[in-house]
């Protein structure tokens, strides 16, 4: 039905199979709602699909290259985003109206896609069945408080996991990467000694294969005997894993073939290329591979780890042929609940993982892409068009933009750094990464102790001890006890 709303005045013609206010604005329900919006030149608010997918305001219209190669895609965004680029969103979206405030279209249900153009904002569920009740919230005011709405209502149907202080975390790849062994942890451990960490976690590197999660020769002692050591410190031991992800030498890869995610041609999928090969996913829909994965779960539980960080998640979450035939999101999220299951009461941060099913089964969400001990590569970002490229730059600009999940789950906008050895950036960028992790809530880092000078780790201390008092001034302004904090210059990179 088409319908002539009028929102504090603004008259919007809406076409949805059903409209129904309510007090924070209106509830829709259609496979496909459309409306006309008055505004011309905006912003249109650009959710990407996961962990590290690009979520900004960006100038409507502006043109913006596909980020390459395209090896890389499934590591950047979703297709269907991608073939859109970039004004399709994922799950979320909305414009902003010349008297600064916005216009919000958000699905209530997964597999939800948000698209705009200079006269038409969309919200659309392409695989919903016919006749399935598939719900959006739609509302417009003051930006900060029409997220929180929408924030609620997607709370009240995907469930809430935030708590008031996330476990502060030392977290091995942006210090050592994959580089890591047994001996080079210890110490690490030791030195941290002192400095009130709630979690010790291991990285990328310590795995045979993505697929045999064994300890590798780096780890002679194996894997729980680490989390011994961990514990025996004083902290929780904490574990990365990618476990719906998969390489072509694995065993799982080799033996078990219809377990992977397959495209339309029947061929395995490429979930992106990294680690030097293409890589895949797991179809969580398979029963064999619900259960691998509850043991593999389980066994990293067994193992002595309390915080899991499991990563590359997306891979399981592709749009692709399954061993049941349901919507993707849909089907990942099946998968995390076998690994909610398997985890118990451990902490389970979700990386490189769609936003919306991960909402109340994981407890902490990445919320952007990787930070580096360096600002931006302009190699990637600006020859490449990625704007997922690693980077702090990058990452910051998709974080900020994320803060609305808050109140659904802990939000990890990824480390800060201490360091000014091996740390390329300057002493007011590396502030700004200390300040976003204040402002999200979640405190971590990757500096190794023996790189920092006193003064440094003084400052990783008071970091780690703070309790500061955090207002939210605006968009991109944030006062940090009486100090302001300003991200404004984010915008700047759409005046190319
Ligand atoms: C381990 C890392 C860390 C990190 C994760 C994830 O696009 N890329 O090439 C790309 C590579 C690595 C990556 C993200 C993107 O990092 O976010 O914290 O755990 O894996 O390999």
Known sequence: MLTLLNLENLPIPLQAERITPIQSGYLLQGKTVALLHPFEQVRFYRHGWHSWSLTSWIPLPFDLQKPQPEIRWPMIDHPKLLADYPFTGSGVGALQAPDGKILLLGALGLDGFISADEITLRGVYPYASPGLQVEWFLAYGEEQLVFAAYADQLGQRLGVRCREHPPRVWCSWYGLYGDIYQDVLLDALAGLSGLPFDVFQIDDGWQISLGDWQANAKFPNGMAWMAEKIQQAGLTPGLWLAPLAVAPASSIYQQHPDWLLHGIDGRPLSAGHNWGDFFYGLD???????????????????????????DFLYAGAMPGVRYENIPAEQAYRIGLEVIRQAAGDAYFLACGSPIFPAIGLADALRVGSDVAPYWDNPERTINLHDLTGVGSLNAIRTALHRLWLRPLIDVDPDVAFFRTRFNLMFPEQSRLLQDLAQIAGFLATSDLPAWLDPHERQSLLDFLQASPKIVRLDRYRFQINQRLVDFSFIEDVWRV
């Open 284 to 310: 969580t829909t398979h029963p064999e591979v619900q259960s691998w994965l509850y043991d593999l779960i389980e066994t990293a539980r067994s193992w002595g780890y309390k915080y899991l960080k499991l």
